[in-house]
């Protein structure tokens, strides 16, 4: 269960700020919410503290990087009770190709988000790896032809 604390106006700047560009410093930060450093900086280390900053990354070209292959992946799974939910759950943390796995209520259990060098890779990763998981009963996969936006 979240807990969801008062965000106020300010608040909301600084994240909206820093989810654009989070190498600003505290100074430009400060100049864009309208603030000085101080009060700033102690707003952002409470809203790291507080769980809503959960990190800090460089956003990749994963064209550049020979990743550009994208694969959207139904998985039903033949049980959905707890264990072997939280099964799933644990094993997809080890395949670094699944960029994204989200639990759906849908007629499939789950949405997997997987990246690789092409298509070859992708059928080896699907039948090695995410077919091997606990559970999967059935996949369904959905080739990304072009991104248009990805934030």
């Keep these: 269960m979240t807990i969801q604390v ?15 560009d989070g190498r600003l410093s505290m100074a430009e930060l400060a100049g864009k919410v ?45 049980d959905t009770r707890s264990a072997a939910l939280d099964a799933f759950n644990r094993a997809v943390q080890s395949i670094r190709e699944i ?11 789950y ?3 997987v990246r690789t060098g092409d298509i070859a ?7 090695e790896r995410i077919s091997a998981l606990p559970h999967v009963a059935q996949t369904s996969t959905f080739v990304a032809m ?4 990805d934030r």
């Design 34 to 78: 309208g603030l000085s450093k101080t009060p700033v900086q102690a707003r952002v280390k409470r809203l790291e503290k507080d769980g809503y900053i959960r990190g800090y990354m460089a956003v990749i070209d994963h064209e550049r990087m020979g990743e550009g292959h994208v694969a959207f992946v139904q998985v039903k799974l033949s």
């Design 99 to 109: 960029e994204q796995c989200h639990m759906m209520a849908s007629t499939f259990d």
């Design 121 to 127: 890779a992708y059928r080896r990763v699907l039948g």
């Design 146 to 149: 072009e991104t248009v936006k």
């Design 111 to 113: 949405l997997l988000k």
């Design 6 to 20: 008062h965000l106020d106006r300010i608040d909301r700047a600084i994240l909206a700020a820093l989810s654009a």
